[in-house]
T-cell receptor, first 116, second 111 residues
Framework: DTAVSQTPKYLVTQMGNDKSIKCEQN?????MYWYKQDSKKFLKIMFS???????INETVPNRFSPKSPDKAHLNLHINSLELGDSAVYFC???????????????FGAGSRLTVL | KQEVTQIPAALSVPEGENLVLNCSFT??????LQWFRQDPGKGLTSLLL?????REQTSGRLNASLDKSSGRSTLYIAASQPGDSATYLC??????????FGKGTKLSVIP
C-alpha cells in the first residue's frame, strides 16, 4: 500500500490552462504539505495544512490554490499556468507539527508538471 | 530565515570508501534535522532524524551527527556501495511548521 500517493505522475499542458494535482495519504497523519522542486533540484515548501486548516502559505502566486477536503487529502489547483510553473511537485505528510518525532515527513513520488 | 547549505554539490567515490556529506544551517534554534535520499525521478526517503537534544543517530552503515552550536550536521556513509548512489538532502525543522531543505549532494559510487 502506497503511503502518500499523488496523481498524476506526469502532466504536460499548455500555458494558460488550469490543472490539478491530487494527493492522498493513508498513514493517519494530521499534517500535509506541498513542496516544489525546481529545475535546480531545490525543494521549497509551498503550503501546509494541519487537520484541514492552512498553517503555512509561503510566497506563492495566488494562481496556486490548495484544498483539503479532509485530513487525508490535499489537492493543488493551478490556474493560468505559466512556463515557470514547470517543476516537480511533491506532496508529503507528517503525524503532526510538534517537536519530537511527530514531524518526520513521508513524501509522495512527485508529479512532474511541464508547461509548454 | 533559516538557510541550509550542503557541500559538496556532487561527490564521486570508488566502491568501499567511507565518505562524509556536510550540511550547515544558519539558525541554530532547530527542533530537529533530517537526512533524506532522493533517487532520480523518485520521491524522498527519510534516512535519519536527529532531535535537537541528540548528538547523533545511526542506521546500518549510516551515521548522522548534529552540532547545533556550530550549525552543522554530517552524514557518514561507511563502506559505500553502488546502490548508495543518489542525491542526499538535509533539512532543518525550525519553529514555523516547515522543513527547510538544502540543495543536496549528488553521490556517485563507482564500482
Amino acid at each position: 500500500d502506497t503511503a502518500v500517493s499523488q496523481t498524476p505522475k506526469y502532466l504536460v499542458t499548455q500555458m494558460g490552462n488550469d490543472k490539478s494535482i491530487k494527493c492522498e495519504q493513508n498513514l493517519g497523519h494530521d499534517t500535509m504539505y506541498w513542496y516544489k522542486q525546481d529545475s535546480k533540484k531545490f525543494l521549497k515548501i509551498m503550503f501546509s495544512y494541519n487537520n484541514k486548516e492552512l498553517i503555512i502559505n509561503e510566497t506563492v502566486p495566488n494562481r496556486f490554490s490548495p484544498k483539503s477536503p479532509d485530513k487525508a487529502h490535499l489537492n493543488l489547483h493551478i490556474n493560468s499556468l505559466e512556463l515557470g510553473d514547470s517543476a516537480v511537485y511533491f506532496c508529503a505528510s507528517s503525524l503532526g507539527t510538534g517537536t519530537a518525532g511527530a514531524n518526520v515527513l513521508t513524501f509522495g513520488a512527485g508529479s512532474r508538471l511541464t508547461v509548454l | 530565515k533559516q538557510e541550509v547549505t550542503q557541500i559538496p554539490a556532487a561527490l564521486s567515490v570508488p566502491e568501499g570508501e567511507n565518505l562524509v556529506l556536510n550540511c550547515s544551517f544558519t539558525d541554530s534554534a532547530i527542533y530537529n534535522l533530517q537526512w533524506f535520499r532522493q533517487d532520480p525521478g523518485k520521491g524522498l526517503t527519510s534516512l535519519l532524524l536527529i532531535q535537537s537534544s541528540q548528538r547523533e543517530q545511526t542506521s546500518g552503515r549510516l551515521n548522522a551527527s548534529l552540532d547545533k552550536s556550530s550549525g552543522r550536521s554530517t552524514l557518514y556513509i561507511a563502506a559505500s556501495q553502488p546502490g548508495d548512489s543518489a542525491t542526499y538532502l538535509c533539512a532543518a525543522w525550525a519553529g514555523s511548521y516547515q522543513l527547510t531543505f538544502g540543495k543536496g549532494t549528488k553521490l556517485s559510487v563507482i564500482p
